[in-house]
């Protein structure tokens, strides 16, 4: 099952500092056939103004994890992390039994991100907030960013099994990703025009993936990929 969620059907908050645009609802935006994909929760696409951002808030039990596409980001919590993420990087925020933190863009321009959150497989654990920076040539390929498997000893760590995967392509670049029974896979081109077995989706828009063995995805533009692999909701704890 293949579902392409085009761009302009995406939840949308416009607060003049902040553009927003919800994958699934989120905020005053609400629709019930798109409150998550398996363990994955939340997709925001959102363009913050210079000089602005997220004033301090609180989250818990959740493992919330910025992609930054364009600009940077600069993250402050009441743990005492400090620190500035620039785009291609990633940071992960296990909210835990509970944290307060704030984000701005301290930037001339724009900056561009992706939140994802991803439900943990355990509650009111210890929060913590991590940052890496990732090679930037990571083109043709997916590259594993954050992870709660195993195997993925080089990513930023998360509280379930799941995986945010990156990367750049090229036009015509192609790549195939092997689902693992009951897999719940969802993926977002950043600037290009991608097929996904043959399933055209543009710039921007979500593609929803469940019950098939193998993806082939092959970018038609140049492009960034972002993917989360994520576990069912059987996999969330309770």
Not at 9 to 33: C, I, K, N, P, R
Not at 34 to 41: H, S, T
Not at 94 to 108: D, F, L, R, T
């Amino acid at each position: 099952m293949i579902d392409v969620r085009p761009f302009n059907t995406l939840g949308h908050a416009e607060f003049g500092w902040l553009d927003a645009h919800h994958h699934f609802s989120f905020g005053q935006y609400m629709d019930q056939s798109r409150m998550g994909w398996g363990a994955l929760r939340v997709w925001n696409d959102d363009t913050i103004s210079p000089f602005t951002g997220f004033d301090p808030h609180g989250h818990r039990d959740m493992e919330i994890v910025t992609y930054v596409r364009k600009g940077a980001i600069t993250h402050t919590d009441r743990l005492g992390n400090v620190g500035r993420t620039e785009a291609g990087d990633v940071q992960v925020m296990s909210a835990g039994k509970g944290i307060v933190h704030s984000e701005y863009n301290q930037e001339p321009d724009d900056t561009q991100i992706f939140q994802i959150w991803i439900m943990p497989n355990k509650r009111h654990a210890e929060p913590y907030w991590e940052a890496r920076n990732f090679p930037k040539d990571r083109t043709g390929k997916l590259t594993v960013l954050a992870s709660g498997r195993p195997d993925d000893k080089d990513a930023l760590p998360i509280n379930q099994d799941a995986a945010v995967m990156g990367g750049s392509f090229k036009a015509g670049d192609s790549t195939t990703y092997d689902l693992g029974k009951g897999r719940y896979l969802y993926l977002v081109s950043t600037d290009g025009k991608i097929e996904v077995n043959g399933t055209q989706a543009g710039s921007r828009d979500g593609v929803a993936i469940a019950e098939t063995d193998s993806i082939t995805i092959t970018a038609l533009e140049d492009t960034e990929i972002v993917l989360v692999d994520a576990p069912g909701l059987d996999a969330v704890a309770a």
